[in-house]
Structure formats: structure tokens, C-alpha cells
């Protein structure tokens, strides 16, 4: 891809039993493109069998920093890509990235901000919290984690200058969280951001569906979710480009994106999970079968996108904006 930027490691903090940050820089001290709070960007990982993996990593804003900071959690039953960056990425490690990109930006005209985050969920959530402080803004952090060794940033987040806006629950000392009471009585300009594992985001989302909150002020991020497997009891079914009039058959134990990238076709596959959002396409004709956890239930509603690297086709053919 020609788009992809050389980088090298500048620096690397322990911040959790399983948590290491890590400081990239360009090659050649040039500075790296400009980024928001809620960015991401594309890692390329070699590991051991000789594969070249590519994560998603949010953006950790490091106020006064150069470089770009990401946050990897070792996952040891995971496909290998954290553990080998634990493994192999030292000081003066090379790699590639994407340039960023925002699927959970802020909103500028929210009069407050609550920001959630789960676990290696407070990435995300802790670039907000930088970027709402340097803006004189209002929001208050609500971070969850099982232990307080699982708790990474947490140095950071005790001696940053909003450490009173922050909220700290240790599971495994009885503290939770109390949702209902967090998101009662939602305010027309208040807006949430949430960004964790399935569990806690459908209990957040469960909880502000039963206060009433308005979809259109939640905005989340998951950053991982079990692969969806396909199986031969899967229906078959067509997809034509819209542009070419090509049609490809996908067979039961195939992916949309698997099947047209294999022909040559440029689908941006990144998570393969349907969380990431960077495959959505838009459709043309036909009805999608979701299996994403990106769309909204309003967007897999209206049937007008489709995450391609999970997503089926609930109809006979399924015409695609490709």
C-alpha cells in the first residue's frame, strides 16, 4: 500500500501487568500526519510463521509528544500479533502504519462529555480526556478494570491535571460502575463514549436504552470481538459490483471480502471482525445479513451499508457500491 508510513519505535513504558505504550517516530524526524482524539491507525506485524498481521491500534494522546503512542495489550490465547510485538518491538524497532483515521471522533458542540473505558478500552477514551482538558471542556472518565494491576495509565491518569473528573472501579475490590445511576436522566447535549469489550459495552448500551437516552448522542468503539466463524450450514448466495456488473458466488464457509480481494477487487480489510468499520460499503440492492459490531441498529437497519470481512447476504443476490 502507498500510503504507509515508516516508523520506528522511539520509546516503550510497562504500564499494566499486560499493557506496554509505545512511542513511534518517522525515520526521518519528519512529523507524522496530524491526528484527533479517536484516531486509529493500522499496524503491520511479522510474526513467527512468517505472516504479516495487521491490528488496529487507537491513538494514545502524550501531551507535548511528536510521535504517535498505541497501547498493546499481550493476549496469550490471542492470533499471535500482540504477543509478538511484547516479543520482538525494542527501542529502534521498525514497522509500518497507516495514517490515521477517526471512526469515534468528539463531538465539538457537546456541552459535556462522559467517557467509559473497560479494560485496554481507556486508549481512546484517555486521548478525550487530554484533548477535552486542552479545550477547556467539560466531561468526567468512568475506567473499569478487573484488578489494579490490569489498570494501565493509570500513573498518568492519577497525576494528570483533571484527575478529579477521573472515576476508577476495581472489580476484584467490589467496584463497579453504577450505570443506571451514571446515565440517568440524559441531557440533550450530553454525550457518551464508551470503548471496552462486548459485555461492558452492552451493558452500557442496555442501561441508556432503559434511561432514554437518544442513539444519536452514544457513540462507542469496541476493540476486539470474538472472529465470526462461517459454517457449511451458511446459505450461498451472489454479489455483483455495481460499477463492472461482475458477479462472484460466495460459498457457505466464505467471506464477501475473502472471495473479492482473491479476484483482485481492493476491499480495505483491517480487523476482519466487523468493529473496526474500515470495509464498510455501501449497498446497491439486496438485504445484508449483519454480523458487525461497527453499524448502529438504525444503520444495519436502513440496509444501506455492509461490513464485508463478517457480513452475509440474507437475499439471493447482493449488489454492492464496488
Not at 453504577?178 to 442501561?207: E, K, S
Not at 441508556?208 to 476493540?223: C, I, K, P, Q, V
Request: with cysteine; charged share 20%.
Amino acid at each position: 500500500m502507498s500510503d504507509l508510513i515508516d516508523v520506528e519505535i522511539r520509546a516503550l513504558e510497562q504500564q499494566s501487568a499486560r499493557v506496554t505504550s509505545y512511542e513511534l517516530v518517522t525515520l526521518d524526524g519528519k512529523p507524522l500526519p496530524a491526528a484527533n482524539a479517536g484516531d486509529h491507525i493500522d499496524v503491520h506485524i511479522a510474526v513467527d510463521n512468517g505472516d504479516n498481521l495487521i491490528r488496529q491500534y487507537s491513538l494514545c494522546a502524550q501531551p507535548g509528544a511528536q510521535g504517535y503512542r498505541i497501547g498493546v495489550q499481550r493476549e496469550d490465547d490471542g492470533q499471535g500479533g500482540s504477543r509478538a510485538i511484547h516479543a520482538q518491538w525494542q527501542v529502534g524497532t521498525r514497522l509500518q502504519i497507516s495514517p490515521p483515521r477517526n471512526l469515534f471522533a468528539l463531538v465539538d458542540g457537546a456541552s459535556h462529555s462522559i467517557l467509559m473505558g473497560g479494560g485496554i478500552g481507556i486508549t481512546p477514551v484517555l486521548s478525550m480526556a487530554w484533548q477535552l482538558h486542552q479545550q477547556g471542556r467539560s466531561f468526567e472518565l468512568h475506567y473499569s478494570v478487573r484488578s489494579l494491576a490490569e489498570a494501565a495509565f493509570i500513573r498518568e491518569l492519577q497525576q494528570s491535571p483533571f484527575v478529579e473528573r477521573v472515576h476508577l472501579y476495581i472489580a476484584n475490590d467490589g467496584g463497579r460502575v453504577d450505570m443506571a445511576r451514571l446515565l440517568v436522566r440524559p441531557q440533550p447535549n450530553t454525550h457518551l463514549f464508551a470503548c471496552g469489550p462486548v459485555g461492558y459495552m452492552d451493558a452500557i448500551w442496555q442501561t441508556a436504552d432503559t434511561m432514554g437516552w437518544n442513539h444519536s448522542n452514544l457513540h462507542r468503539e469496541y476493540f476486539d470481538a470474538p472472529a465470526v466463524e462461517t459454517t457449511s450450514d451458511e446459505a450461498a448466495f451472489t454479489v455483483r459490483l455495481h460499477s463492472s456488473g461482475q458477479e462472484f458466488e460466495i460459498a457457505a464457509d466464505q467471506s464477501i471480502a475473502a472471495v473479492l480481494m482473491e479476484a483482485g477487487v481492493d476491499v480495505p480489510v483491517s480487523c476482519g471482525k466487523g468493529i473496526c468499520g474500515s470495509c464498510m460499503t455501501r449497498v446497491v440492492d439486496g438485504q445484508p445479513e449483519h454480523r458487525d459490531l461497527y453499524l448502529t441498529e438504525e444503520e444495519q437497519a436502513s440496509n444501506q451499508w455492509i461490513t464485508p470481512c463478517c457480513s452475509r447476504s440474507a437475499s439471493p443476490l447482493l449488489v454492492l457500491d464496488l
